[in-house]
T-cell receptor, first 116, second 117 residues
Framework: AQKITQTQPGMFVQEKEAVTLDCTYD???????LFWYKQPSSGEMIFLIY??????QNATEGRYSLNFQKARKSANLVISASQLGDSAMYFC?????????????FGQGTELSVKP | DTGVSQNPRHKITKRGQNVTFRCDPI?????LYWYRQTLGQGPEFLTY????????KSRLLSDRFSAERPKGSFSTLEIQRTEQGDSAMYLC???????????????FGDGTRLSIL
């Protein structure tokens, strides 16, 4: 079974508008962390934002915020005021705390295209 | 502050040849990870080191694959007798933290893209 599901293979957004990228996850571990990474066409994986399973508030980092709904097991990324440079692949990933090594389990990604 | 460095960036080789990739993590990071990413997919975990100890290996890591981190600093990933299916981007990541630390982000290198002819 997929542990991380990103149901949107591709998304389009107009420059300066907000966009939400969906992510649902599956784990039986009560302690886990959720991460979003950006991968431009050049290939590097850039860490964007983190949400812990016990965090009471939704994480925010500049124009990025995470809409964390624990009961629904969803951790959607919201990008506000989209910029052309936001065009990239976006990956949701999870780390389960029982796994002390901390490997990340990634979804299949969403390709975001920002239109001028 | 230098990030994670991977060499080479690209490697083209014939099927059956051996290849070796190198990863230099962020200097203060004690954890090092290798992932493989094929086209259109998210990265998949291969193996993990804490300092010089290799603590976990994925079933994806067949006996043709071997990874080392001899002094707890840089790491190498070797693939022997390469096959067409080995063509992928090989990503290295590092992070800090001891024990259970779910909130430490992994910082990735630019990857090594392997193409098997």
């Amino acid at each position: 079974a997929q542990k991380i599901t990103q149901t949107q293979p591709g998304m389009f957004v107009q420059e300066k508008e907000a966009v939400t990228l969906d992510c649902t996850y599956d784990t039986s571990d009560p302690s886990y962390g959720l991460f979003w990474y950006k991968q431009p066409s050049s290939g590097e994986m850039i860490f964007l934002i983190y949400q812990g399973s016990y965090d009471q508030q939704n994480a925010t980092e500049g124009r990025y915020s995470l809409n964390f709904q624990k009961a629904r097991k969803s951790a959607n990324l919201v990008i506000s005021a989209s910029q052309l440079g936001d065009s990239a692949m976006y990956f949701c990933a999870m780390r389960e705390l029982y796994n002390q090594g901390g490997k990340l389990i990634f979804g299949q990604g969403t390709e975001l295209s920002v239109k001028p | 502050d230098t990030g994670v460095s991977q060499n080479p960036r690209h490697k083209i080789t014939k099927r059956g040849q051996n290849v070796t990739f190198r990863c230099d993590p962020i200097s203060e990071h004690n954890r090092l990870y290798w992932y493989r990413q094929t086209l259109g997919q998210g990265p998949e975990f291969l193996t993990y080191f804490q300092n010089e100890a290799q603590l976990e290996k994925s079933r994806l890591l067949s006996d043709r694959f071997s990874a080392e981190r001899p002094k707890g600093s840089f790491s190498t990933l070797e693939i022997q007798r390469t096959e067409q299916g080995d063509s992928a981007m090989y990503l290295c990541a590092s992070s800090s933290g001891q024990g259970k630390s779910a909130n430490q982000p992994q910082h990735f290198g630019d990857g090594t893209r392997l193409s098997i002819l």
